[in-house]
């Protein structure tokens, strides 16, 4: 069962919103020779995470195209991320990916505030949209600032209707 995301890189294309479907066709030749000279070795850092870089990330045989940025992406994360999708896909007929940031006003030394928020955030979809499944992935990054602040993504089935409409 192949799945395909969305022929164009965050990086090219600004939209935060896409669809992902495990139906796609295989029509972006183009896409698949970048994705295969795209990929660089991964780097171990000083806390044993290792991180990759490039356009490219293969996980179980697939390749998924990535936005690594200058900084890079962290192997252990965007697994996790990638096997959430995998399940969603699997589910659904289509997948609703949804990325998010959260900023804090001051630092916390939990992640109570962020646990919290997917409680409520849960709640309100299931009440709310009817939605009865919902995957997700969050991570805490804090780099000079301050405070941290989280990356959030949400998987929900694509093909759902919403119960209201707004």
């Not at 356009?55 to 900084?71: E, I, L, P, W």
Request: aromatic share 12%.
């Amino acid at each position: 069962m192949p799945v395909k995301a969305s022929p164009v890189s965050e990086t090219v294309k600004k939209a935060r919103l896409f669809l992902i479907s495990k139906d796609a066709s295989n029509s972006y030749p183009q896409i698949s020779k970048e994705i295969q000279s795209g990929s660089k070795k991964a780097k171990r850092t000083h806390n044993r995470k290792r991180i990759v870089f490039g356009d490219s990330f293969t996980h179980n045989g697939k390749t998924y195209r990535v936005n690594s940025a200058k900084s890079g992406l962290y192997v252990e994360i965007l697994t996790r991320i990638i096997e959430q999708f995998e399940i969603a896909s699997t589910k659904w007929g289509h997948v609703f990916v949804l990325r998010f940031d959260l900023h804090t006003h001051s630092y916390t030394k939990d992640n109570k505030l962020i646990t919290d928020f997917k409680k409520r955030l849960f709640q309100k979809l299931k009440r709310e949209y009817g939605f009865k499944d919902i995957g997700y992935c969050w991570v805490r990054e804090q780099e000079r600032a301050k405070a941290q602040h989280y990356h959030f993504v949400l998987f929900l089935d694509g093909d759902r209707k919403t119960l209201k409409q707004d």
